[in-house]
Structure formats: structure tokens, C-alpha cells
């Protein structure tokens, strides 16, 4: 497997972060020093103009770009290579006063004031417009610059706008969509329902508050617009820098799990994936160890939006943020474990937000690695001086990827129809958790799950779960028979194939579009529990597990039954099933139990599928990457205890040091075993 390398000119990983000059432009000695400073916390590269706008162009039509020419050229002097940021993140005074429509309208209807940052509406023509005369611009000047490695497209893009321009475009996106057939879009939405019938596209508007919320097909395809509409922003910005020099890669830095925009249908648009990581570390509701687990889920999610190749950690506090409801210091050494986790995950970048703190405004106690104090011996620096250390002895791994045999799906529609859905529990639906949790699980198993799409390619995967796909897209069940067909390991859990892409019910069973003849079950009904019910599970061995929230009542039609209720009128009836389908296993898990007591059965899928299972202490991680002339094992202990990890060998690049046999992690501890 060949080495996917993202940034030839800088060899090895990225190490830098947000860096924001325009704030100290009186103070030269305060610049000069950054590069002093950047050099010995071993950066190599540094985010320039994230927020830089009414700095770059003070007035409309006044350009002012030397101050950043002139540290992009003292940067590149010193080893330091530049993302670029368009500045499209916040809007100056002027803009805004100048043309109001660019200001965002909400939900209620109400046109928002000047201020904040990200809330500029992206159908605006005239916000457009200038966006892309100072995009332009900057490509012009700084797009050939030998230190400019990447560009880096707005700043966490988010939220929805409901002015006059949003509601045309969204409009033109419905007719498009339905083929300016309005009862395509009546059947579509079902809207004999209420009366809720369209005679053409103008009288649709989006769900204002006030307004039309009732209707699933409308609240989804805003949801699906609104991506659609930012995504049509960000390619706009794109174009306008690849049509200088399309040789320089493009990025936008994502949001976790954000809700508000499906990442997988933004990703093709971009070069590199990134994202900004801010995980609550030491919070009161969970251990460290389930900390780095979700984050690791995370991590994977930016990994599968595009396979096979390295992502970027785009953003990550050096010390403490300061919007959490409780800002804790992170403690000493779970830096460099939480940078290495990235690393690890697939990333081939570490940086912050933000190289200095401000003495300012919104952000000014947000960690940063140098403080208000500015100097290189507080603690926070000498732990960023030690990842920049480290990456460089791991250097060779830059470009190697993480590539799994076993996959989970996640799908954002899925997300939004089931958050929308008037059913179940409203509070208890747990989409994301749940996912979580059966991630984490085989985590703990040693296996490093991709996260992908339900219509994506399941080559070269043996292991799908795929929690709650209650809604089926064009293709999912194709997709899904294909994998079981030709040998595939499959879960499926109550709330799938509920409904179609419109949300339309399939008729004739749960789950529908033909899978119900994969699992050999039809689902008929399904039960919620209040949170202080329980049911349970009584599998063939004699185990049992415990239900909670969930239970369907099935039928079995061909499925071979391995578990079965223990309580209420639907006791002794089927709830964890397996039919075998073509050279493949369909599981059916109709209720909800614990992902940990769910183990033995991912064991089972994991054996089948000849996928070897390392169990590894509670709290510590594997993750492998491999590419060129070998492969990386890195493992991360976050626990305060020592691990011993026993069956590995490589020479181990933390240390130094070859391990034959047995590894010991002290608390906090990690390793990067290099093999051939
Ligand atoms: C986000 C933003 C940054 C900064 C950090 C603070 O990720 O992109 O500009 O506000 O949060 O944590
Ligand atoms: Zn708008």
C-alpha cells in the first residue's frame, strides 16, 4: 500500500495551529518573537487569516495585505509553512452596514445585527460577491507563495438562514428536486394529511417557527437544503482559488459530529478532511478512558469521509478552552496521549487554536500555547514542545493510513428523521449514542471501525453494524444484501427500515425494501419503556442481558432464534436473531441492551469474519496505520494505572527501544511500535 502523503513540501506530520498576527500588528517585538517561540515548540506550520477580514480589507474596496505578506515570508523563512484561511468566517463593521442582506435571518423571521461570526446568510449574492473579491485577492497575492500549503475555506461552517434569498433557493431546490412536479412533492410529503396540500411551489416556505413544522418531507429537505446551500457556498469559495491555482489543496475545518450539516455530502468538494476537536476532558460523567474512546469515534467518522486517505486535526486547545461550562485544565501528559490518539486515528496534522492568547474580548483566556504571561517554560509550552518531538520521531508515518475490515454505518438523514420522528421515546431515542457505544465496544475488542454511509461501497469490509437504520435510502438494502450475499457479518437492531428516503413507511413489514427476507423476521410492533423499565434477554448459553427503551415484537419467518424476551406478554418471543443469507450472517437485535453485554456477539461476528479480536485493558486504545515500508501499532493508555499489553513486538518509537513479547505502558503511557 502506498504512502498517501498530504503535504510533500513539509515531510512529516503538521504541527501548528491558528495564529492570529492582525492583533498584535503594534507589536513587532511580540511578532518577532512568535517565530522564536513557534521554532522551539517545534511547529512547523502555522493558520494564518481565519479571522483576518476587516484587517486584510479595512474598508470596502481597500486592500491591505503586506502586514500578512510579511510574516507568511518570515514564516517560510523559519520552516514554517502557511494554511491560508479565507476570511469569510466573520464580516466586517462595513459589510454590514453596507449591505444588510447579508446579515442572517432566524427561525423566527428575524434579521440578525451586526456581530458575532458565522452567521452570514450563504445565498446572499452580494455576500457572495464579496467573498470572492477578497478570496481572489488573496489567491492572486499569496497562491504561488512557496510557504502556502494549503487553503483552509471559512471557519466551522453552521447554521441556517430564512431571508427572502434562502426561501427562492430553497424553492428552486424543491422544484429541482421533484422534478417542478408539485405532486411529486404532495406525495413526497403526504400532505392530504391536515390538508396540508401544495398547489405550487411558491406557497412552500421553510419551518419558521411560527410556521409549517408538522410536515416530516419539509423539515427533512430543509435540513438537506441547508447542507446543499452551504456546501454550493464553500464550492463557490473553492473555485474561485482553484481558478488561480488549483495545485493547492483545500480544506474546511468540520465539527464533530455536528448536526447541522451532512459532512459526507461536503467532503468530495474538499482535498483533505479536517476537523476542530475539543473533547471535555476530566469532566464528572465519565472516565478518562470513555473520553478518549468517543473522541477515537470522532476521529474515525473524519477518517471515513475519505477513505484511504490522512485527515487533519485542524484544531485542538493546547490547555483549556474556555466555553465549556467548566474550562478544566487538561492534566499534565494527557496532552501529548490526546494528540498522539489523533495521530493514531489517522490524522496528519496536530495543531491549536491558538498559538497566543489574546488580551482581548471573546476568547481571551482560551488556552493557547503561549500565555498572557509569554514565556517558553510554563507547562502548556513544554508539552506542545514535547508533541512537536515526538511527531518528528514518528515522522516516517506520515501518509500511512488506517484501514479496517469492519465498518459502522451512520447516516445524518438517518439522524434527522429519527430526532423528527413522532414515535418512540422523545427522549430516549439515542441515535448517536448508541452508536457510540457499539463503536466503542468493538473498539475495546481491538477493532477500529470505520463509520460510513448506508449507500456506500461495503468492499472490502467483513463486520457491519448498523444501529437504527430506521430510514432506508435508494440502494441501502441492495447495498446490504450484496455485503450479507457475499460473506458478510451484519447487525441490524430494532427501528430498521422503517422508512424511505421521503419517510414514507414501507408497507408489508419492518424492516422494508426487502430486508426483512435478509434478517428472515418482520418486525410488528414496537414497545418504549419508561426509564425505569426493564426487560431482558435470555440467550442459549444461559446468559442474559438487560433490555431498556426498546423492544420489538417479531416475527420470525426463517431466522434462527438466539435469544428470547423474559418479561411482559411478548416473554419468550424472539429477540436477537441469525439468518443465514448467501455465504453471509444477518443479525436482528430487536431491543435495546448495553453495547458491553452485546460483546460476545460482535465476538462471534469478529470470529466468523476471521478478524482476530484483541481484548486490551480498560482504557487503552490500538490503532493501527500502515503504508509504505511498514506499519505503526500505536497504543495509548489513559488510565492512571499501568497496562501491560502482552503479544506484540516492533521497536517501539517513543522509547526508542525493541519490544519482543510484552509491552508495559505507564499511566498516561503510549507507544508507536514500528514493524517491517
Ligand atoms: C472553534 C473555532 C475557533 C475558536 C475555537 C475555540 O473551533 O474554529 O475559532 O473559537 O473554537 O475553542
Ligand atoms: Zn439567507
Same mark, same amino acid.
Given at each position: ?464 453494524? %448498523? ?6 435510502? $435508494?440502494?441501502?438494502? #441492495?447495498?446490504?444484501? @450484496?455485503?450479507? /450475499?457475499? +460473506? ?120 466468523? %469474519? ?6 486490551? $485493558?480498560?482504557?487503552? #486504545?490500538?490503532?493501527? @496505520?500502515?503504508? /509504505?515500508? +511498514? ?46
Amino acid at each position: 500500500m502506498e504512502k498517501k502523503i498530504l503535504f510533500p513540501r513539509v515531510g512529516g506530520f503538521l504541527h501548528g495551529g491558528d495564529y492570529n498576527p492582525e492583533q498584535w500588528l503594534d507589536r513587532p517585538d511580540i511578532l518577532e518573537e512568535d517565530v522564536r517561540l513557534m521554532k522551539k515548540a517545534g511547529m512547523n506550520s502555522a493558520t494564518l487569516g481565519v479571522f483576518s477580514w476587516s484587517a486584510l480589507e479595512p474598508a470596502e474596496g481597500e486592500f491591505h495585505f503586506a502586514w500578512l505578506e510579511t510574516v507568511i515570508d518570515r514564516l517560510y523563512e523559519n520552516g514554517i509553512y502557511t494554511v491560508l484561511s479565507t476570511p469569510s468566517g466573520a464580516r466586517p463593521a462595513w459589510l454590514d452596514e453596507a449591505y444588510p442582506e447579508a446579515m442572517r435571518v432566524d427561525r423566527t423571521g428575524m434579521r440578525a445585527r451586526h456581530g458575532g461570526r458565522h452567521n452570514h446568510c450563504m445565498s446572499s449574492p452580494v455576500y457572495r460577491e464579496k467573498v470572492a473579491v477578497i478570496d481572489r485577492k488573496l489567491a492572486e497575492r499569496f497562491g504561488f507563495h512557496p510557504g502556502v500549503i494549503m487553503y483552509h475555506i471559512s471557519n466551522e461552517f453552521s447554521g441556517e438562514c430564512f431571508c427572502p434569498h434562502c426561501i427562492e433557493r430553497f424553492r428552486a431546490y424543491l422544484a429541482c428536486r421533484y422534478d417542478n412536479d408539485i405532486e411529486k412533492l404532495n406525495a413526497a410529503w403526504w400532505t392530504a394529511f391536515w390538508s396540508h396540500r401544495y398547489n405550487n411551489f411558491r406557497q412552500i416556505e421553510p419551518p419558521f417557527s411560527n410556521g409549517e413544522n408538522s410536515v416530516m418531507g419539509l423539515n427533512m429537505e430543509w435540513k438537506r437544503f441547508t447542507t446543499w446551500n452551504t456546501n454550493d457556498f464553500m464550492k463557490a469559495e473553492i473555485e474561485v482559488l482553484r481558478g488561480v491555482n488549483p495545485d493547492i489543496p483545500v480544506t474546511a475545518n468540520l465539527m464533530r459530529l455536528f448536526e447541522g450539516l451532512d459532512y459526507r455530502k461536503m467532503a468530495p468538494d474538499m482535498d483533505v478532511v479536517s476537523w476542530d476537536n475539543y473533547p471535555a476532558f476530566h469532566n464528572d460523567r465519565e472516565t478518562l478512558g470513555e473520553t478518549f474512546g468517543e473522541t477515537a469515534f470522532q476521529h474515525a467518522v473524519m477518517r471515513s469521509l475519505k477513505r484511504g486517505k490522512p485527515f487533519m486535526m485542524m484544531e485542538s486547545a493546547p490547555g483549556l478552552v474556555s466555553w465549556q461550562a467548566v474550562n478544566k485544565m487538561k492534566r499534565p501528559g494527557v496532552h501529548l496521549l490526546a494528540c498522539l490518539q489523533a495521530i493514531a486515528c489517522g490524522s496528519d496534522s496536530v495543531q491549536y487554536f491558538q498559538w497566543r492568547k489574546g488580551r482581548g474580548s471573546y476568547e481571551q483566556f482560551h488556552g493557547a500555547v503561549v500565555d498572557h504571561l509569554g514565556t517558553d517554560d510554563t507547562r502548556v509550552f513544554r508539552e506542545v514542545a514535547e508533541v512537536g518531538e515526538l511527531l518528528r520521531k514518528i515522522a516516517p508515518a506520515a501518509g500511512t493510513i488506517v484501514k479496517s475490515k469492519a465498518a459502522l454505518l451512520f447516516d445524518w438523514d438517518n439522524r434527522w428523521a429519527i430526532a423528527d420522528v413522532k414515535a418512540f421515546s422523545q427522549d430516549s431515542k439515542k441515535y448517536e449514542e448508541t452508536c457510540i457505544d457499539i463503536w466503542k465496544a468493538f473498539l475495546r475488542l481491538g477493532v477500529d471501525m470505520d463509520v460510513v454511509g448506508s449507500d456506500e461501497d461495503l468492499d472490502g469490509y467483513d463486520v457491519v453494524a %448498523a444501529p437504527m437504520l430506521y430510514m432506508l435510502q $435508494p440502494g441501502t438494502a #441492495e447495498n446490504l444484501k @450484496r455485503f450479507v /450475499g457475499r +460473506g458478510g457479518q451484519l447487525l441490524a437492531t430494532y427501528c430498521t427500515g422503517y422508512v424511505d428516503r421521503e419517510q414514507l413507511c414501507f408497507l408489508g413489514g419492518f424492516p422494508g425494501d426487502g430486508l426483512k427476507e435478509v434478517f428472515g423476521v418482520v418486525s410488528e410492533e414496537i414497545d418504549s419503556l419508561y426509564p425505569s423499565d426493564r426487560n431482558g434477554i435470555a440467550l442459549e448459553d444461559g446468559s442474559r442481558w438487560e433490555v431498556r427503551d426498546y423492544a420489538e415484537v417479531l416475527r420470525v419467518r426463517g431466522a434462527r432464534v438466539l435469544g428470547r424476551y423474559t418479561d411482559d406478554f411478548y416473554m419468550g418471543t424472539a429477540a436477537l436473531t441469525c439468518r443465514e443469507y448467501g455465504q453471509g450472517k444477518a443479525y436482528y437485535m430487536a431491543a435495546r441492551t448495553a453495547a458491553e453485554q452485546m460483546t460476545p456477539l460482535f465476538e462471534r461476528m469478529l470470529a466468523d %469474519a476471521g478478524i482476530p479480536v484483541r481484548k486490551l $485493558p480498560e482504557g487503552v #486504545e490500538c490503532h493501527v @496505520r500502515s503504508g /509504505g515500508a +511498514g506499519s505503526y501499532a500505536f497504543y495509548i493508555n489513559s488510565t492512571s494505572e499501568q497496562a501491560v499489553i502482552s503479544g506484540v513486538t516492533g521497536r517501539d518509537l517513543v522509547t526508542d527501544t525493541e519490544v519482543r513479547g510484552e509491552l508495559t505502558l505507564p499511566a498516561l503511557g503510549a507507544a508507536v511500535l514500528y514493524t517491517q
